[in-house]
């Protein structure tokens, strides 16, 4: 009985060494990529995590020069903070935030340094609610510097759903300045459409066309 179970565990033995002899090399390399990546994602979620948290201080100091009223700290603060994360949220939220305190100084080098934070974040941000914000603001700057195609051009990109309407409106109130009275008209329209009718906004645009002799209610009545 004993050298049946003996003969029995040395089958076993040589099925498991020809098993490994075929096959070891290659569960092996398996093993090491899986723990390979297992451990990266793990140091992944470890950087991403200490990068948000040295961006979030960043982002405070920012938020502390505006307060302040400091402009000049403002720039160095964002320009630290886009310099050394300016993949995360955060960076992206202080280029809004800059570039408002430093249009709002209303001088060359101020609007200068507000439309290269605002072009940074719509060409660099991940976020398209961001990047919409980005370009809308930078035409609007823009439109203060009677830019008027440079700001146009910002409004061509493809916008989120949620902002069609806003820059459909904001290309209407430029070509409007334009004296392009027909093109004005078309975007106002395009707005006014994409406008719910409970959204307060619609009115105004309502008024913007009634003051180009447009009566957008009485269109869509006698459809």
């Not at 990546?37 to 979620?45: R, S």
């Not at 402009?71 to 903070?81: G, K, L, M, Q």
């Amino acid at each position: 009985m004993a050298n049946h179970l003996d003969l029995e565990e040395q089958e076993q033995l040589d099925a498991l060494k020809h098993f490994w002899t075929r096959w070891g090399t290659l569960i092996t390399g398996l093993l090491v990529v899986v723990l390979g990546a297992f451990t990266a994602w793990n140091g992944y979620q470890y950087w991403q995590r200490t990068q948000a948290v040295k961006a979030s201080a960043l982002y405070d100091e920012v938020e502390r020069a505006v307060a302040a009223g400091d402009v000049a700290r403002v720039e160095r603060s964002f320009s630290d903070i886009r310099e050394k994360f300016g993949s995360t949220t955060y960076a992206q939220q202080a280029g809004l935030l800059a570039a408002k305190v430093l249009d709002g100084q209303k001088t060359t080098e101020g609007t200068a340094a507000a439309k290269s934070a605002l072009a940074w974040v719509a060409e660099k941000s991940a976020d398209p609610g961001y990047q919409a914000i980005a370009r809308m603001r930078l035409a609007g700057v823009l439109v203060e510097a009677k830019a008027y195609d440079e700001a146009l051009q910002q409004l061509q990109a493809p916008f989120p759903k949620e902002f069609e309407a806003l820059a459909a409106d904001r290309r209407g109130d430029i070509l409007a300045l334009q004296g392009k009275k027909a093109e004005a008209v078309a975007a106002y329209t395009t707005a006014y459409q994409k406008f719910t009718e409970r959204h307060e906004y619609r009115g105004l645009v309502e008024i913007k066309l009634n003051a180009l002799g447009v009566e957008p209610k009485a269109t869509e009545a006698a459809k």
